[in-house]
């Protein structure tokens, strides 16, 4: 659990607190009225305890600020972890704390207003920005056991993730025999589902492929991604929405892919949601939709996150597999033209150096109905892996792809 948490904070934290010139300026309050900025010079101004009052997700926010023991350290409520200790340094009246790669960067840029009590500015990550705010609870900190030896991971260049994949690119048959179940157009469950969205009129006379695109524009044109969001108890379509409801920031790529797939299986597509690893294990992981085309015989990608499916030169849909092998390769790849992070455009170079961190090894379940992945109710978690690696911790390992992507 530890683990799972500091991959979901390193997946959204880099943060800078900024001040201001020599002279005193004035910003604009989140409140819109212009407001004197304190002019901080050293660590020690910012001591104390402050706890976030916006945000742009659904958490509590602690920062405790102690320039004695030279620490800044932060906690998340809605993940559950406590006194996690990021880097920081101070220049140019600004407060400077970092994290993350150049793919999940964020940044907070802060500024504490005269009266020394609150933090006004904004949040940005993916190229969408949000205000944000801190208020100070106390000038003296609270400094606990600092979670170690769970540090933040260390940015791995491109090359060397494409490196890692040719590396380890070899997958065999090793006897195992994986049985999958999809259940399929139980409209009895989904009801509510298809009255509200109209998702009939949605998805009528479409092919698979066809309906796999348009079920994937569905989604992200009714709802945000946002990788800090928890999940809500219950797994399936109409819980995760409800908790988008509560929650319009959005929710995490999990939610987006279990919604994705939960939908098409409804309109009868086999589909899933695929878990996507680094070969480290103390890192984010990414989630997925896979979809099995009849009409093509062959599973396709989907990533609700990014409103993304790829292809390849000659205009054939990929799926993990073989994004994996291509990624490795070097082969040109592209991705449709209106792929998005919420409201932002997202091209085919991004998505390669945020994937890049992802193709290593995949992880899925066996049984996919109403809300499976909460109940766990007949399903077994299998981790597909390359020839040679190990360490995996999943229910089942296996080294045959063709046991893991097998057709349905």
């Given at each position: 659990?530890k683990r799972?948490?500091?991959?979901?904070?390193c997946?959204?934290?880099?943060?800078i607190?900024a001040?201001c010139?020599?002279?005193?300026?004035?910003i604009?309050?989140?409140d819109?009225?212009l407001?004197?900025v304190?002019?901080?010079?050293?660590?020690?101004?910012?001591?104390?305890?402050?706890?976030?009052e916006?945000l742009?997700?659904d958490d509590v926010?602690t920062?405790n600020?102690?320039?004695?023991e030279?620490?800044?350290?932060?906690?998340?409520?809605?993940?559950g972890?406590?006194?996690f200790?990021?880097d920081?340094?101070i220049e140019?009246?600004?407060l400077?704390?970092?994290?993350?790669d150049?793919?999940?960067?964020a940044?907070i840029t802060?500024?504490?207003l005269?009266?020394g009590?609150?933090?006004s500015?904004?949040?940005?990550?993916?190229?969408?920005?949000?205000?944000i705010?801190f208020?100070?609870?106390?000038?003296?900190?609270?400094i606990?056991e600092l979670l170690?030896?769970?540090?933040?991971?260390?940015?791995v260049?491109f090359?060397?993730r494409?490196?890692a994949?040719?590396?380890f690119?070899?997958?065999?048959?090793d006897?195992?025999?994986?049985?999958?179940t999809?259940?399929l157009?139980?409209?009895d469950l989904?009801?509510d589902?298809?009255?509200?969205?109209?998702?009939?009129t949605?998805?009528a006379?479409?092919?698979?492929?066809e309906l796999?695109?348009v079920?994937?524009?569905?989604?992200?044109?009714?709802f945000?991604?946002n990788g800090a969001?928890?999940?809500?108890?219950?797994?399936?379509?109409?819980?995760i929405i409800?908790y988008m409801r509560?929650?319009?920031?959005?929710?995490n790529c999990r939610g987006?892919?279990?919604?994705?797939a939960?939908v098409?299986?409804l309109y009868?597509v086999?589909?899933k949601h695929i878990?996507?690893?680094?070969?480290?294990?103390?890192?984010p992981?990414h989630?997925?939709?896979h979809?099995?085309s009849?009409?093509?015989?062959?599973?396709?990608?989907?990533?609700?996150?990014?409103r993304?499916?790829v292809?390849?030169e000659?205009?054939?849909f990929?799926n993990?597999?073989?994004?994996?092998?291509?990624?490795?390769g070097?082969a040109?790849?592209?991705?449709?033209?209106?792929a998005t992070?919420?409201d932002?455009?997202?091209?085919?170079?991004?998505y390669k150096?945020f994937m890049?961190d992802y193709l290593f090894?995949?992880?899925?379940g066996?049984h996919?109905?109403?809300?499976?992945e909460?109940?766990?109710?007949?399903t077994?978690q299998?981790m597909?892996?390359?020839?040679?690696?190990?360490?995996?911790?999943?229910?089942?390992?296996?080294?045959?792809?063709?046991?893991?992507?097998?057709?349905p």
């Amino acid at each position: 659990m530890k683990r799972m948490a500091i991959s979901i904070l390193c997946a959204i934290l880099v943060i800078i607190f900024a001040s201001c010139s020599s002279e005193t300026p004035e910003i604009q309050s989140l409140d819109g009225q212009l407001t004197d900025v304190y002019i901080a010079t050293a660590l020690s101004e910012f001591r104390g305890q402050w706890e976030s009052e916006i945000l742009p997700f659904d958490d509590v926010w602690t920062l405790n600020i102690d320039e004695g023991e030279e620490v800044v350290l932060l906690s998340s409520a809605q993940i559950g972890i406590e006194f996690f200790s990021v880097d920081w340094e101070i220049e140019d009246s600004q407060l400077i704390l970092s994290m993350n790669d150049e793919a999940n960067r964020a940044v907070i840029t802060m500024t504490i207003l005269e009266n020394g009590e609150v933090m006004s500015g904004s949040y940005t990550q993916y190229g969408e920005t949000s205000g944000i705010s801190f208020l100070r609870l106390s000038y003296t900190p609270e400094i606990g056991e600092l979670l170690l030896p769970f540090e933040p991971w260390e940015h791995v260049p491109f090359e060397e993730r494409i490196q890692a994949l040719n590396d380890f690119s070899l997958f065999e048959d090793d006897g195992i025999v994986i049985s999958f179940t999809y259940d399929l157009n139980r409209r009895d469950l989904y009801m509510d589902l298809i009255e509200e969205f109209d998702l009939d009129t949605v998805t009528a006379g479409y092919s698979d492929v066809e309906l796999m695109i348009v079920l994937l524009d569905w989604v992200k044109d009714h709802f945000r991604h946002n990788g800090a969001s928890g999940m809500p108890v219950e797994r399936d379509a109409m819980s995760i929405i409800g908790y988008m409801r509560e929650n319009p920031s959005g929710i995490n790529c999990r939610g987006l892919a279990i919604l994705l797939a939960e939908v098409l299986r409804l309109y009868g597509v086999e589909a899933k949601h695929i878990t996507v690893y680094p070969y480290e294990d103390n890192h984010p992981v990414h989630v997925v939709t896979h979809a099995y085309s009849r009409e093509l015989n062959q599973w396709i990608m989907l990533d609700p996150t990014f409103r993304i499916y790829v292809t390849d030169e000659n205009g054939h849909f990929m799926n993990l597999y073989t994004l994996r092998r291509d990624f490795a390769g070097g082969a040109p790849l592209f991705a449709n033209e209106n792929a998005t992070h919420n409201d932002r455009s997202f091209t085919m170079e991004e998505y390669k150096l945020f994937m890049a961190d992802y193709l290593f090894r995949f992880s899925t379940g066996t049984h996919f109905t109403f809300g499976s992945e909460e109940s766990g109710e007949g399903t077994t978690q299998i981790m597909l892996v390359p020839v040679g690696f190990s360490g995996t911790g999943a229910e089942v390992t296996t080294t045959s792809q063709e046991a893991f992507f097998a057709t349905p």
